[in-house]
């Protein structure tokens, strides 16, 4: 069965700093992965997704992700943080049955 | 961009009662439309897909006589719940997706709180 695992449940990082959200999973073909954020009372917005081809990935916000199929991992990144960067952030595998992680909490200290 | 609405986005209803959320995709036809639960600051499970016209698939560990869906038109799916309890309570969120294809994109609704007192 398929399903993600986000070790970090909460990350503080300075407005400026870059920043590194990790995202494993488990899934037995070629994965479609997603990140995605979601601000207080707000619907999911999706960042990126990775379905094939390149592997380093770029989204919106300035965020970008890399697939390593040997790692089973989907880290996202962005090299400086902005304070309208703090938020929920999931990262979900699958299309037809989404899974998500558990989310990390984005904390950025000014 | 894909626009998917949900209403409402808030309510607060007594034990007992029923509760009728709405999803709506207001600029493309949603062949598939998902529904998540997600509990205060955890993630988001899926708990049933639906194909319009089709009977919805569950997941596991969702009753289905508790938790209706309905997708009658490509454009709408309701949930509603059954007899709410307080346990019911929660934050539902309803994605949606044009034709079946696993590459398109699932766009998001933006909740609804649900109360149960």
């Known amino acids: 069965a398929q399903s993600v695992t986000q070790p970090d449940i909460h990350i503080t990082v300075s407005e400026g700093a870059s920043l590194e959200l990790r995202c494993n999973y488990s899934y037995g073909a070629t994965p479609y992965l997603f990140w995605y954020v979601q601000s207080p009372g707000q619907g999911l917005q999706l960042l990126l997704k990775y379905f094939s081809g390149d592997t380093l990935v770029q989204g919106i916000k300035g965020f970008e992700a890399e697939f390593k199929r040997s790692q089973s991992s989907f880290n996202l990144r962005k090299p400086s943080v902005h304070w309208s960067d703090a938020a929920e952030y999931f990262c979900?595998?699958?299309?037809?049955?989404?899974?998500f992680g558990a989310g990390t909490r984005l904390t950025v200290k000014p | 961009g894909a626009v998917v609405s949900q209403h409402p986005s808030w309510v607060i209803c007594k034990s007992g009662t029923s509760v009728k959320i709405e999803c709506r995709s207001l600029d493309f036809q949603a062949t598939t439309m998902f529904w998540y639960r997600q509990f205060p600051k955890q993630s988001l499970m899926l708990m049933a897909t639906?194909?319009?016209?089709?009977?919805?698939?569950?997941e596991q560990g969702v009753e289905k006589d508790k938790f209706l869906i309905n997708h009658a038109s490509l454009t709408l799916s309701t949930l509603t719940v059954t007899s709410a309890h307080p346990e019911d309570s929660s934050f539902y969120i309803c994605?949606?997706?044009?034709?079946?294809?696993?590459?398109?994109?699932?766009?998001f609704g933006p909740g609804t709180r649900l109360t149960v007192l």
């Open positions: 979900a595998v699958g299309n037809n049955d989404m899974r």
């Open positions: 639906s194909n319009e016209g089709s009977k919805a698939t569950y």
């Open positions: 994605s949606a997706r044009e034709g079946r294809g696993t590459y398109n994109e699932q766009f």
